[in-house]
């Protein structure tokens, strides 16, 4: 069942007419409301296009934390195959927040690392809702390490709202976790390619997403901080969060203009949400795009590239 966002709510009372229709015809083989079914399912892909055209950075984040969206297990298992997870941080425990380890991309051995959200009500509370704690960030820092010691590609798949906020986070280091993890971003020598797939929130994104090529969908968003969470601080009044989207310029577009965001991936028609199977298709082929361009490259020039994408940042602005 489709679950639809406050702005859609016109498009959900035309789909669901439709619905309707076809139910009853199933009840009553003697109705025939195929026709009218029909100009209803084309009134809805006409205001769909409608509705998705001309989309406002609020919208975007309805629709980058949209509970249907494709999640990182979602990708990991229509994309990679020989997926062997590794767990913990060798420290302390292991966090359900983030999920990784070695498989295949198109036969190419990788070592993929994301934040799961979870699907359903307890998945959630198991992954902390993609709210990762210190011990996931170092679990991540020990799979790059490995990845770098055999020289495996990683491939990061950033979908969170920001790291843990918790009181036994904070006694645990988070802020030096997120820290060393973003180092370590920075250190290896092997390609590292982020895809932001729906929600890329504070430090906690940017630890895992300080890489070699930044991509991201089309309707994602990547910021220093929530919309809610800037109203509050600026004006006070996290109702203005509307007024806080626009001002961050998180979109993949706003990004892909300033330099932070390489490569911008289409969605389906109405968001990913809609067609995961085409989401996850067009990740996939935008991953493999971007690993051959490292192809044959050495670590050293791997890590200058990376070095030098990240002190450009901002020179934009400044010769403007």
């Known amino acids: 069942m489709i679950q639809y966002l406050e702005f859609e709510k016109p498009l959900a009372e035309i789909e669901g007419k439709a619905e309707e229709l076809r139910a009853m015809a199933r009840d009553n083989e003697d109705m025939d409301i195929e026709k009218e079914a029909l100009a209803l399912d084309k009134k809805a892909v006409d205001l769909l296009d409608k509705l998705y055209k001309d989309l406002t950075p609020w919208r975007k984040c309805q629709i980058a934390r949209h509970p249907d ?7 990991i298992e229509a994309l990679f195959t020989e997926y062997t997870p590794l767990a913990g941080d060798r420290n302390f425990a292991d ?18 690392i994301g934040h799961e ?24 820092i020990r799979l790059m390490e490995l990845a770098n010691r055999f ?3 990683v491939i990061t798949l950033v979908d969170t709202p920001g790291a843990y906020p918790g009181k036994g986070a ?9 820290a060393r993890s973003t180092e370590k971003c920075l250190e290896i020598g092997v390609p590292l390619v982020s895809v932001i797939i729906g929600e890329g929130g504070s430090g906690g994104a940017v630890a895992f997403a300080s890489a070699n090529s930044v991509v991201m969908l ?11 969470g800037c109203a509050s601080i600026l004006w006070k009044d996290g ?9 961050l310029r998180l979109t993949a577009q706003n990004l892909k203009e300033l330099g932070v965001c390489d490569v911008v991936i289409p969605e389906p028609r109405g968001g990913a949400q809609r067609d995961k199977a ?31 994408k990240y002190l450009a940042l901002g020179s934009k602005g400044l010769a403007a």
């Open 69 to 75: 969206r494709p999640h990182c297990q979602d990708y």
């Open 95 to 112: 966090d359900h927040a983030v999920m990784g380890g070695i498989a295949r991309l198109d036969g190419r051995p990788v070592m993929v």
């Open 117 to 140: 959200k979870g699907n359903d009500t307890k998945s959630r509370i198991e992954r902390n809702f993609g709210m990762a704690r210190p011990e996931g960030y170092r679990k991540a």
């Open 151 to 153: 020289g495996l590609p």
């Open 170 to 178: 904070e006694e645990r280091g988070q802020s030096e976790a997120i």
């Open 218 to 228: 089309e309707h994602s968003v990547y910021s220093v901080i929530s919309p809610e």
């Open 239 to 247: 109702g203005k969060m509307r007024e806080a989207a626009e001002a």
């Open 278 to 308: 085409a989401a996850i298709k067009s990740v996939g082929d935008a991953l493999i795009k971007q690993l051959a361009t490292f192809d044959g490259k050495k670590p050293d020039a791997i890590r200058k590239a990376r070095r030098a």
